[in-house]
């Protein structure tokens, strides 16, 4: 990915998840280890990006260039943002309950 693009350019979303906090990445962390994943999501945390809107609507390079963060950090969330709209059951089961993350309102 190009430093300076912005994250929703590139990964595949709706608006409809960007109220989700970035926690709720863990459920499409399946083949990462997740002791990695929540390195990724405090780092985040930190930087305040709180939601997949943050992400969504940052732009790579403030991500690459977030503490404790870097271009692996980037490739992985990415990923996983790919993996949450390929994969609805997940945001259904999110959005319906079912998966234990908070749903941040406006």
């Known amino acids: 990915m190009e430093k300076s693009v912005i994250v929703k350019k590139v990964v595949l979303s709706q608006e409809a998840f960007y109220y989700l906090p970035i926690q709720c990445l863990k459920e499409a962390a399946g083949e990462y280890n ?16 709180d939601t997949f809107g943050d992400v969504i609507d940052a732009t790579s390079l403030d991500l690459i260039n977030s503490r404790n963060f870097g271009p692996r950090g980037l490739e992985i969330v990415t990923s996983l943002l790919d993996q949450m709209y390929e994969q609805p059951e997940l945001i259904s089961k999110i959005l319906n309950g079912g998966i234990s993350c908070r749903i941040k309102s406006e």
């Not at 390195?39 to 945390?45: F, T, V």
Request: hydrophobic share 30%; no cysteine.
């Open 34 to 49: 997740s002791r990695s994943i929540s390195r990724i999501i405090n780092a985040l945390k930190e930087n305040g990006y």
